[in-house]
């Protein structure tokens, strides 16, 4: 995705591995999102395999560790991949019940927190463009999408897929909220904007807005 005014861009890669809530688990493929320029980027998720996502990052500075939600299948490998990198694990606090589940509660020896507190409305750079964080709870209480305005597109996790809005069947989700958080949030982006989903293949906006839920 670079353009005459940037050279960042979007890459992207595909990790397989499992996810479990509630005492269910499932297999499940997780997108790998990485933006940067040829220098340094930002990691979007964990998910499953740190050297899955090393192979996307290609050898650059890896300058933090956005996470859009704390479910397994998205942070299960944040720790080891701070460690590798030297990046810092940010994370809505919001989400701290989930990401207790998947590493250790106040109560656990081994238990290991992230680094920094993603609030909506925080914006940092990478590789000559801005990240935008908007806070769209619902699937999860502290989830989070990022907006890459010059990039023309939005990263969402598992808030909003093609085809509609993310699961609310589990525990910590609600899907009144996530619905009003999608058309508070998402769908006020302009219709062009690529959606970057945590499973599975992209979307727009318009398209979903147009789809209706």
């Not at 995705?1 to 269910?24: I, K, Y």
């Not at 220098?39 to 650059?60: F, Q, T």
């Not at 990198?85 to 994370?91: D, S």
Request: net charge negative; proline share 7%; with cysteine.
């Amino acid at each position: 995705m670079a353009g005459d005014q940037t050279a960042a861009r979007v890459d992207h890669g595909v990790t397989s591995g499992t996810f479990s809530l509630d005492g269910e688990t499932f297999d499940v493929d997780n997108n790998v999102w990485v933006v940067g320029d040829e220098a340094e980027c930002v990691v979007i998720d964990a998910p499953h395999s740190v050297e899955g996502i090393l192979a996307v990052v290609g050898g650059r500075r890896v300058k933090a560790i956005v996470c859009t939600h704390a479910h397994d299948d998205h942070v299960r490998v944040a720790p080891e991949l701070r460690e590798r990198t030297g990046a810092p694990i940010l994370l809505h606090p919001d989400d701290r019940p989930l990401w207790e589940l998947v590493h250790g509660g106040p109560e656990d020896p081994e238990a290991t927190l992230w680094d920094v507190d993603l609030t909506d409305g925080q914006t940092f750079p990478i590789g000559g463009v801005t990240l935008q964080v908007l806070h769209t709870p619902g699937h999860s209480p502290g989830a989070v999408c990022l907006y890459a305005p010059e990039l023309g597109c939005v990263f969402t996790g598992d808030t909003l897929f093609h085809g509609g809005p993310g699961a609310t069947g589990r525990s910590y989700s609600d899907r009144p909220t996530l619905e009003s958080s999608i058309r508070a949030k998402l769908f006020m982006l302009p219709g062009a904007t690529v959606v970057h989903t945590g499973h599975g293949e992209d979307t727009t906006v318009e398209a979903e807005r147009d789809r209706g839920f």
